[in-house]
């Protein structure tokens, strides 16, 4: 494709010994069904996103075509092929969370973090997405911020819950959460 | 075999039958739009629900097997007013510009909303955005007005096995296409058109290169013949409302004239060229492997289907040496067109316009590749598809119908029946062998009236072997040997033979391959939409035009023995290979 690293910004060429331990992954799956899913996150936990160049390995190793390893990315909202901030918020969206508040929640973290869903926060701390159901329900309305689930998230108490994952020296988070 | 009921009638079908086909079998009509025969059913459209006594639900006909005391009623309120919704919220999302549509008239989708006698657009909220893809030279993808039914994905995927198009995204933003919402230039499209072959609406279609025609017409500096492909006769009768396998040699010959084509020529001429040359070729390359003990790239492929050499490009480049070095015949033609014709009437190749009438889009892309221009210009100008043309012909305002028979012209219209049957499957391997055994022996190919049963017809992977006896001195070391030919159409079909090859395990020493199903009278320009039975109606009518011929061998053609009398020598001479063989470049599959 044509983008090109040295004129658009996103295009990171991608760490060669990222490469490799993609590589072993896909030797690791070689020849077994259904591989295409889990390679996929795999892939996603060792990049932190899914780079075109990875999506292209993985499309050639797996001998798939390129258009559909990209529609299962485009599929679940799970993959990203943006580069992500450091820790993932992920909102419930399902129908339990959704109906005891997920929106509002989710509206105070657009607000605080001034992002859109789908965004990294400019020091590339947090990107923000939505999700379907953790399986939480009883829950509701539930975050979740790298592996860990956060339940009956009140809107006011956002800031509380991100300050723990704001470096320590840094104080700009705190500042941030006072406006 | 269970026994249902569908509108009252007792039907008993054979298990695994669909309520869809169980009612078609006694003349009950159930609308369908994602359904593509051969295909497993996507039931992604909603369109063939029916009410099945006992089910909570409708359900959709073309999934659902029939079973032991179905009661099926296909034309209730419940029904009726279901398709209605179903079609009302397709049509929702979709650009309904049918005037300006070049389905018109031909779109299955306008086509359902009359029957179902929809009179206005219920529902009005958000539309997809309209992405033009024309990033090809061949074809163009209109995401307007995609219904996202997902045929083109299943041919793009199981009928070739390339995969260029997925469904990207997911619900509303659901986009069919290549990945990443790029253009069909990104991935490893090989302009086929099966996908436009069977869009049920004006998403995917032909580049159209009408207006470039018009204008060379109107050029005076310009002398424009035309060349049309054997497929067309059997086919372009259908633009005009004749049934599937109507042969119009004649009436379109006319039609061309009346279009102000200076010379209108046969695509044919050059096809008995190609056995000549092919033919030829592929003696070369025995008497090399068997005489001088030599490595040569056997078995040999042919190379008439530009869709199929861009494939091999793509998947199988070491595999490059086993095609046939000849071009294709629209090429041929292009480069005679240019050199050998324009001597003749005293004109410069840039002086004289070729334009090609295809039953394929690949041909657009094969006619702009960069090696195609032996005679000093482009060999050939446009490519149209048998669809252009026929829309060309209304543009005109030409009673097609009424025309009267016309002949092709000469020097390069006439052709043998051998050339017509390069229109369908196992037809240039026919030609071939009905040329190569009588160099090689003297005598006719002992077949029933020419015709080698065993690689006709519509299975995907066909094979014949001949033993060759009595042979002539020059072509003794043949005696005794058995030749193994095979014809592979679709190129899922086609990769089966290729990885054989690559294997090593191949006992053949010629295969064709055609891209299309059916060969090209299946190709991605002709009418749509083309269903076996309207192939096998083609494939007749070629054959009729094959047999109604008092030549019916390549190199019988007279204009052929002139041509190479006059001008090219003998086959795989200096001026052919210059003129008429090409080579082929390894592609990136990205």
């Not at chain 1, 899914?50 to 499309?59: F, I, S, T």
């Not at chain 2, 029957?115 to 997809?128: F, R, S």
């Not at chain 2, 295809?358 to 000093?376: D, L, V």
Request: proline content about 5%; glycine content about 8%; some cysteine.
């Amino acid at each position: 494709m044509a983008a090109d690293a040295a004129t658009c910004p996103c295009a990171q060429v991608p760490d060669a010994k990222l490469m490799e331990r993609l590589d072993a992954v896909l030797k690791e799956y070689k020849g077994k069904p259904g591989a295409l899913i889990p390679v996929l996150q795999q892939a996603q936990g060792i990049f932190g996103y899914l780079p075109e160049a990875a999506l292209h390995r993985v499309a050639e190793a797996m001998n798939k075509p390129y258009s559909e390893v990209a529609g299962v990315v485009g599929f679940y909202a799970f993959f990203s092929t943006q580069p992500r901030g450091k820790h993932v918020i992920r909102v419930c969206m399902g129908t339990a969370c959704y109906v005891r508040g997920g929106k509002k929640v989710l509206e105070a973290l657009r607000q605080k973090l001034k992002v859109d869903v789908g965004q990294t926060t400019p020091d590339t701390l947090f990107s923000l997405e939505v999700a379907r159901c953790f399986g939480a329900c009883g829950l509701a309305p539930t975050i979740s911020i790298d592996n860990d689930v956060y339940k009956r998230v009140r809107p006011a108490k956002i800031g509380e819950i991100l300050d723990a994952y704001y470096p320590k020296a840094a104080q700009g988070g705190k500042a941030h959460g006072k406006r | 075999m269970p026994t249902l009921t569908v509108d009252n009638v007792k039907v008993s079908v054979p298990d695994g039958t669909t309520i869809l086909d169980a009612a078609r079998s006694i003349g009950v009509k159930i609308p369908t739009l994602c359904f593509l025969e051969g295909y497993a059913p996507q039931g992604a459209c909603r369109v063939c629900l029916v009410e099945v006594e006992g089910a909570r639900t409708l359900v959709a006909s073309c999934s659902m097997p029939a079973a032991e005391g179905m009661q099926v009623r296909t034309n209730t309120r419940r029904v009726r007013e279901a398709r209605r919704t179903v079609v009302e919220l397709i049509l929702s999302d979709h650009d309904g510009d049918c005037q300006t549509c070049n389905r018109s008239g031909d779109c299955e989708l306008q086509e359902l909303a009359r029957d179902l006698g929809i009179t206005e657009i219920t529902h009005v909220g958000e539309k997809h955005r309209r992405t033009l893809d024309a990033t090809t030279p061949a074809l163009v993808r209109d995401t307007a007005k995609c219904i996202a039914c997902r045929r083109c994905v299943s041919v793009c995927n199981h009928l070739q096995s390339i995969g260029g198009i997925f469904p990207q995204k997911r619900g509303f933003q659901t986009v069919i296409g290549p990945a990443f919402g790029q253009g069909l230039d990104t991935v490893t499209c090989v302009q086929c058109g099966q996908c436009a072959a069977v869009c049920p609406v004006g998403a995917l279609g032909e580049r159209d290169q009408i207006a470039e025609v018009w204008a060379a017409l109107e050029n005076p500096k310009k002398h424009v013949v035309v060349q049309t492909a054997p497929a067309i006769r059997a086919a372009l009768g259908e633009c005009f409302g004749y049934p599937p396998g109507t042969l119009v040699t004649g009436k379109m010959v006319s039609a061309l004239r009346r279009l102000g084509f200076n010379a209108v020529f046969d695509t044919n001429f050059a096809a008995d060229l190609t056995i000549m040359e092919e033919g030829t070729e592929l003696l070369v390359r025995l008497k090399k492997a068997l005489v001088a003990k030599e490595k040569v790239a056997l078995p040999m492929f042919t190379s008439c289907s530009p869709g199929w050499i861009k494939y091999m490009e793509y998947f199988y480049p070491d595999l490059l040496p086993n095609l046939s070095t000849c071009k294709s015949p629209q090429q041929m033609f292009g480069a005679l067109a240019k050199t050998y014709y324009a001597q003749k009437i005293g004109k410069k190749a840039e002086d004289v316009f070729v334009v090609s009438v295809m039953p394929c889009t690949a041909k657009k892309f094969e006619a702009q590749r960069e090696e195609m221009n032996a005679s000093g210009a482009r060999d050939v100008d446009v490519v149209l598809t048998t669809r252009e043309l026929g829309r060309m012909i209304k543009q005109a305002g030409i009673d097609f119908a009424a025309l009267p028979d016309d002949r092709m012209d000469s020097p390069l219209g006439l052709s043998s029946g051998a050339a017509d049957i390069f229109a369908n499957t196992g037809g240039v391997m026919e030609a071939a062998l009905r040329t190569a055994y009588e160099i090689v022996t003297g005598r006719p190919l002992p077949a029933e009236n020419l015709h080698i049963k065993p690689i006709a017809g519509l299975d995907g992977v066909k094979e014949a072997a001949l033993t060759i006896t009595g042979t002539l001195p020059e072509w003794s070391f043949l005696e005794g040997v058995t030749a193994r030919v095979a014809v592979a159409h679709g190129l899922s079909n086609a990769r089966k033979l290729t990885e054989q090859v690559r294997a090593g395990q191949a006992p053949y020493h010629f295969i064709e391959i055609m891209t299309c199903p059916g060969g090209c009278i299946g190709g991605g320009g002709q009418p749509r939409i083309t269903t076996n039975a309207v192939r096998t109606a083609r494939i007749a009518a070629i054959y009729r035009e094959d047999e109604g011929k008092k030549l019916r061998k390549s190199h019988e053609n007279p204009e052929i023995k002139q041509i190479y009398a006059e001008f090219l020598g003998k086959p795989l001479g200096e001026k052919s290979h210059h003129l008429l063989h090409t080579h082929y470049t390894p592609r990136k599959r990205n």
